[in-house]
C-alpha cells in the first residue's frame, strides 16, 4: 500500500510547480523531477530522465517560447498529487490556452513519474490553422518526436 504523502510535502511541490511555471526553464525541472522521472503525455513518445524531459522541454519551448502556466487546484492521495491547470502561450501570433491535469508520483521531494491528461485536438486545430508556426514545428522537432522516430 502506498505511504500518503504529508500534506505539507505535497503543498511544497505543489508550490514549486506554481514558481517553475511563471517562468519555466529547462534548469528549473530539476527542483521537480527526479533523475531518472518517467513523462508520459498526448502527442509524445514516453520521455525517460531528466535529459530526456529536458530535451522534450526544449521542443515545446522552441514552438511555445512564452509557454507558461496558472494552477487552478490540486489534490493529494497517498504518494500521487493532481494538478488541474492551464498552459498559456502564444502560437502562431496568436495567444492559446488549454487545461490539462498532470498526475504526478512523488515518493518522496521529487517526481519520478508524471502523466499529464489533456484534449489534444485544440493544440492541434490550432497548429493546423497557423502556418507561420509550421517551419518553427519542424525545427523544434515536435512531428518527429510524436511520429517515434
Given at each position: 500500500?502506498?505511504?500518503?504523502?504529508?500534506?505539507?510535502?505535497?503543498?511544497?511541490?505543489?508550490?514549486?510547480?506554481?514558481?517553475?511555471?511563471?517562468?519555466?526553464?529547462?534548469?528549473?525541472?530539476?527542483?521537480?523531477?527526479?533523475?531518472?522521472?518517467?513523462?508520459?503525455?498526448?502527442?509524445?513518445?514516453?520521455?525517460?530522465?531528466?535529459?530526456a524531459a529536458?530535451?522534450?522541454?526544449?521542443?515545446?519551448?522552441?514552438?511555445?517560447?512564452?509557454?507558461?502556466?496558472?494552477?487552478?487546484?490540486?489534490?493529494?492521495?497517498?504518494?500521487?498529487?493532481?494538478?488541474?491547470?492551464?498552459?498559456?502561450?502564444?502560437?502562431?501570433?496568436?495567444?492559446?490556452?488549454?487545461?490539462?491535469?498532470?498526475?504526478?508520483?512523488?515518493?518522496?521531494?521529487?517526481?519520478?513519474?508524471?502523466?499529464?491528461?489533456?484534449?489534444?485536438?485544440?493544440?492541434?486545430?490550432?497548429?493546423?490553422?497557423?502556418?507561420?508556426?509550421?517551419?518553427r514545428l519542424?525545427?523544434?522537432?515536435?512531428?518527429?518526436?510524436?511520429?517515434?522516430?
Open positions: 500500500m502506498a505511504t500518503p504523502v504529508p500534506i505539507v510535502p505535497a503543498a511544497r511541490f505543489v508550490q514549486g510547480f506554481q514558481d517553475y511555471w511563471r517562468a519555466p526553464s529547462l534548469d528549473g525541472l530539476d527542483a521537480l523531477l527526479a533523475p531518472d522521472v518517467v513523462l508520459i503525455q498526448p502527442l509524445s513518445r514516453p520521455m525517460r530522465g531528466l535529459a529536458k530535451q522534450g522541454f526544449a521542443r515545446i519551448f522552441a514552438l511555445i517560447p512564452d509557454l507558461h502556466a496558472e494552477v487552478d487546484g490540486w489534490a493529494a492521495a497517498g504518494e500521487t498529487i493532481y494538478i488541474d491547470f492551464r498552459l498559456i502561450g502564444t502560437l502562431g501570433e496568436r495567444r492559446i490556452e488549454w487545461p490539462a491535469v498532470d498526475r504526478f508520483r512523488l515518493p518522496g521531494a521529487l517526481a519520478t513519474e508524471r502523466v499529464s491528461y489533456f484534449d489534444a485536438l485544440p493544440l492541434l486545430g490550432a497548429i493546423a490553422t497557423r502556418p507561420s508556426c509550421w517551419g519542424g525545427r523544434a522537432g515536435i512531428w518527429r518526436n510524436m511520429l517515434g522516430r
